[in-house]
């Protein structure tokens, strides 16, 4: 097939299209704006392959998107150009409104009119894929709070609550490539994930934040009591999930993807302060930089997801355990420490963002 991944320069993006050119023989147009978070550097090791392609194209550029579809004839588009740090979307909304509600609209009619053009076979076999976030789907009941909260998880029928600009976007791009295959008859695929973590990591989410505040001595913030409950999913994993459900998954169907490790936001930070000191050990322990600061305006407290779908409908299931994940993440950012210096370089200095209110 061709693929035509939007967002491909970002985190998740770079790592689908690593994984479809290094195992599959399948090619690839990436077509990113290069925002903040998009960097061509995390796919120099597949760039220089003939079935690799990249449009500096804004999602959000209809004539543009037109022109992309018309040259390279895609056979499935995984759609991943999106903003996603909630942080962010606290502070300037209106972002996130124009690239993943906006941006996703324009896509799918762009999409739409494309399709339609294709010859029968062509057309029968063509899939969208939207990628989302299990943050529609607000929080689940949480252990402090509810004796059986480990009962409770999103399912693919969860209903959506969204609770930051940031997941109220996705929520609403979600809705959006639903209602284009109800009524358009698109052959929509959907996948909403949890949290992602690993190589070539945008240093304002927690993770690479930790791992670089740490090695410079620097107070590792922790929001409010730091017992917020996520799922870690390695993004390696993630990205063969994606390839999985595009390639095989059912048209019109939803997939709930999750790494099957729920962990307190504390037990990530204290993770990363163990394997830094045995990695790269210092005099005073990493510990004790760690620090509770106010919380987030609207933080949810718990995220949980039921993969069973996925696994027994694909047989997908992730290979890395949040400990063989984490060692391997902390590892990368030791090894690609100009990386991060390169990427912070500009406009972003890892300050504290999403306090207004």
């Known amino acids: 097939m061709k693929l035509l991944v939007t967002g491909g320069a970002g ?11 290094n195992n599959a023989s399948d090619e690839v147009v990436n077509l990113d704006k290069l925002t903040y978070a998009g960097n061509l550097e995390s796919l120099a090791e597949v760039s220089d392959s003939e079935r690799y392609a990249f449009e500096h194209v804004d999602v959000c550029n209809r004539t543009e ?3 992309v579809l018309a040259q390279h004839q895609p056979d499935a588009i995984m759609h991943l150009a999106a903003e996603s740090h909630v942080d962010r979307s606290i502070d300037a909304p209106a972002d996130f409104i ?20 294709l010859d029968v076979e062509r057309k ?11 943050e529609v789907y607000g929080d689940l009941p949480h252990p402090g709070q509810t004796p059986d909260a480990k009962s409770y998880l999103f399912t693919e029928q969860t209903a959506y609550a969204p609770s930051s600009p940031y997941s109220a976007s996705k929520a609403s791009a979600d809705h959006l490539v639903r ?3 109800r009524t358009y008859d698109l052959p929509v695929l959907v996948t909403n994930c949890s949290n992602n973590y690993g190589p070539y990591h945008f240093p304002e989410k927690l993770i690479p934040l930790m791992i670089l505040n740490a090695l410079e001595g620097k107070p590792l913030p922790v929001y409010g009591k730091g017992d917020q409950i996520r799922d870690w ?7 063969r999930a994606l390839y999985k459900v ?18 307190q936001n504390n037990e990530v930070v204290h993770t990363i302060c163990d394997i830094l000191q045995e990695l790269r050990p210092h005099k005073n322990s990493y510990h004790d930089l760690i620090t509770n600061v106010e919380d987030r305006p609207g933080h949810d407290r718990r995220y949980a997801i039921d993969a069973g779908k996925i696994q027994r409908e694909l047989g997908w299931i992730p290979e890395e355990s949040f400990e063989t994940g984490m060692r391997k993440t902390v590892k990368w950012y030791l090894e690609n420490l100009d990386w991060c210096q390169r990427i912070q370089d500009g406009s972003y200095q890892r300050t504290r963002q999403g306090v207004n209110q």
């Open 11 to 21: 985190f998740i993006g770079s790592a689908v299209i690593r994984h479809i050119i």
């Open 65 to 67: 998107v037109n022109r």
């Open 98 to 117: 124009e690239t993943n509600i906006f941006g996703t609209y324009t896509l799918l009619e762009a999409v739409r009119h494309y399709w339609q053009g």
């Open 124 to 134: 029968a076999n063509f899939r969208f894929h939207h990628v989302s976030t299990d």
């Open 179 to 181: 209602a284009w295959q």
């Open 233 to 239: 999913l390695y993004v390696e994993d993630h990205a």
């Open 246 to 263: 595009v390639t095989e998954g059912m048209p019109g169907e939803t997939y709930n993807i999750g790494g099957h490790n729920e962990k």
